[in-house]
């Protein structure tokens, strides 16, 4: 078994200053920790996996493709493959889980 604390998986992201921690690759997928703090601008492009965001706190607007909604601490969304989006409006820090599948290479 692997087990993550959200605390510790924050603590170790913000000590290597970096906005995203990959926690666990496995052979079908991979998962981390995602943050944006409120104001911030989302840098991504498009991943050649599918990705489930988590929302774990925060509150923010996502843009998948055309379509736009707000988000906050329990929302799930489901970006397919090559998909443009972005986090955006970020009013809280946002700390999202990241699922990839297959894993982020």
Known sequence: ???????????????????YLQFLRERNM????????????????PHPQDEVYFVVSGRASITVGLETTQIARGSVIYVPAGVAHRFHHITEDLRVLVVFSPPES
């Not at 510790?8 to 290597?16: I, K």
Request: aromatic fraction near 6%; charged fraction near 35%.
């Open 1 to 19: 078994m692997k087990a993550f604390r959200l605390d510790e998986l924050e603590a170790e992201r913000a000590a290597n200053d970096g906005a």
């Open 30 to 45: 991979s998962v981390g920790l995602y943050a944006l703090d409120a104001g911030d601008l989302d840098p991504q492009k």
